[in-house]
């Protein structure tokens, strides 16, 4: 359990760049890069972490836009997990509101956005509110996080 948690909380910033990472990372932790695979393999079943991949400031490489969605509660499941299914949707959370699914689209230039976008709205029926980024803050995500437990 402790690798779990040790690459939960000690990889969420400076992530080696290199052509080993994993490797890097079994050298700093006294394990194997095998253990280190199987450790984030179970991490990301488990579902305590979705991804590993950089976190690229919005509209640098291509466009980006939060949209949000009113979706009927019985279909919320279903179309979170659709939506989240998409290679250009990179975070999808519920709120509380009645614009209950929020997302982040990116997308290589304005039309491949609109196509994405129009895909969404065709497939679930459902009109998307687009959240153009306005003003950009710097918010560090990292924090500590505790481990459950994988299985």
């Given amino acids: 359990m402790a690798i779990h948690q040790q690459l939960l ?6 992530f080696p760049l290199s ?9 700093q932790l006294g394990v194997t890069e095998d ?9 990301v079943e488990n579902q305590s972490i979705s991804r590993i991949g950089a976190i690229v400031p919005p509209n640098s490489i291509g466009v980006s836009l939060l949209a949000a969605m009113a979706v009927p509660a019985e279909q919320l499941d279903e ?23 929020w ?7 304005d039309g491949h956005m609109e196509d994405v976008l129009g895909h969404i709205q065709q497939r679930t029926g459902l009109a998307i509110l687009r959240l ?3 003003e950009e803050f710097h918010i560090d995500l990292g924090f500590p996080l505790e481990f459950i437990g994988a299985t």
């Fill in 35 to 43: 253990e280190v695979l199987i450790a984030l393999g179970k991490l």
């Fill in 79 to 101: 179309i979170a997990e659709w939506v989240s299914s998409l290679p250009e949707v990179n975070h999808n959370y519920e709120r509380e509101h009645r614009f209950n699914l």
């Fill in 103 to 109: 997302f982040v689209v990116n997308a290589s230039h």
């Fill in 9 to 14: 909380n000690e990889f969420q910033r400076d």
């Fill in 19 to 27: 052509p080993s990472p994993y490797a890097d990372i079994a050298l």
């Fill in 132 to 134: 153009p980024l306005l």
